[in-house]
Every structure is written in structure tokens, then in C-alpha cells.
């Protein structure tokens, strides 16, 4: 089945600066690929996603970026605030509904 | 939208009695999922429905767990009997196009 990795495992950085959480995936025909941010006690919420007919997208200081070939993306957050800190989780989806997570980043943004 | 609605937030059992978690999804989605969240194994796909019916139940840990979804707007994940391996937090989710899913805020189960 789908195995996705997912690094780092923690991530700390100052208050402003931009912070980058990488996931690879083992399944080529894999090709939907969400991002979850969880805050302590609540469920994952939807951050952004891209589906493999795109190399990238973008929502306002967040930012996606998959590359097919080498089977990795990755999410970039630039701008960070104290509100960023949580835990960030990517998956890979190849059937419809069927998602497989990474492990999770907790990201710590520095005031 | 209120969002997908668990119950209860927390519970706490003892060892062989019977656990039921109820979820109801966002009005208009037709797919629903359960979760399991836990440290050693993080997030995993337990069970799913597209439009009350159970699509793929591979991870269902074993007969002890069952989930039923009787109509659009209510699930139920049962344990019988638990153990304390099932300590857990149990999140639904739901989706319109069974991309994008929606999260509740989960119940944290604990089994003594």
C-alpha cells in the first residue's frame, strides 16, 4: 500500500520567517495530496491540497509544491506567526477517499 | 455550517464493557470517515460510507469494532468489548466529493 514520509518531525523558527515541511510518497498512481494542521485538542483542518495535475498552488502565505517525477511535495509557510504553531500533517490519496498520512511536523513559531 | 458534530468528547470505560461514538457529518456530504489518532501509529483510516453504505472497512482493527451509518446524517464507530489497547482519539470526517474531508473534533476514548 500507500507509505508517506514526512519531515521533520519538529520544526522551530523565528517569528516572520518562512518554515518548509517535505512529504514523499511511495505510490506513483497516488494523486491528491491535502494538508492538515491539528492544534492541541481539535480535529485537522483542511489547510490546502493539490491534485496531480498541478505543480503548485498557492493561498495567500501558504504554498504547495509537488513534483511527480521525484515523488515528493511539500508545504511552505512564509510569514509565520505565533497562531502558525501546531502539528501539520500531509497525505497521499490514490483512490478516492482512501488517505494515507504522513506522521506529522510540529511546527513552534518563535515570538 | 455547524461542522461535523462527535459524541462524546471524552469518554472513559473499563475494560469489556461496550463503546459507542456518534458522529453526524456536514449536511449535503455523502462520504463519511472514520478515524483513529494515536502516538505510536497516528492517523488511520478505519471504516468509510458513500451514502450509508460501508465502502472499504480494511481498517477495522478486528470484529470488535462495527460502524453503522442507519441515514445522511448519523454514524455510529461501537467497540464491544474494549481494551485498553483501543485508548484513542476517534475523529469523523466528511465529504461532498470525497477529496477534500472535514474533520470533527474527535473523541478521546480511554479505556482503563
Known amino acids: 500500500g500507500e507509505n508517506v514520509e514526512q519531515h521533520p518531525s519538529t520544526l522551530s523558527v523565528q517569528e516572520g520567517d518562512s518554515a518548509v515541511i517535505k512529504c514523499t510518497y511511495s505510490d506513483s498512481a497516488s494523486n491528491y495530496f491535502p494538508w492538515y494542521k491539528q492544534e492541541l485538542g481539535k480535529g485537522p483542518q483542511l489547510i490546502i491540497d493539490i491534485r496531480s495535475n498541478v505543480g503548485g498552488k498557492k493561498d495567500q502565505r501558504i504554498a504547495v509544491t509537488l513534483n511527480k517525477t521525484a515523488k515528493h511535495f511539500s508545504l511552505h509557510i512564509t510569514e509565520t506567526q505565533p497562531e502558525d504553531s501546531a502539528v501539520y500533517f500531509c497525505a497521499a490519496s490514490k483512490y478516492r477517499g482512501q488517505l494515507t498520512f504522513g506522521s506529522g511536523t510540529q511546527l513552534t513559531v518563535l515570538p | 455550517d455547524a461542522g461535523v458534530i462527535q459524541s462524546p468528547r471524552h469518554e472513559v470505560t473499563e475494560m469489556g464493557q461496550e463503546v459507542t461514538l456518534r458522529c453526524k457529518p456536514i449536511s449535503g456530504h455523502d462520504y463519511l470517515f472514520w478515524y483513529r489518532q494515536t502516538m505510536m501509529r497516528g492517523l488511520e483510516l478505519l471504516i468509510y460510507?458513500?451514502?450509508?453504505?460501508?465502502?472499504?472497512d480494511s481498517g477495522m482493527p478486528e470484529d470488535r469494532f462495527s460502524a453503522k451509518m442507519p441515514n445522511a446524517s448519523f454514524s455510529t464507530l461501537k467497540i464491544q468489548p474494549s481494551e485498553p489497547r483501543d485508548s484513542a482519539v476517534y475523529f469523523c470526517?466528511?465529504?461532498?466529493?470525497?477529496?477534500?474531508?472535514?474533520f470533527g473534533p474527535g473523541t478521546r476514548l480511554t479505556v482503563t
Open positions: 470526517a466528511s465529504s461532498r466529493d470525497n477529496y477534500e474531508q472535514y
Open positions: 460510507f458513500n451514502n450509508n453504505v460501508p465502502i472499504d
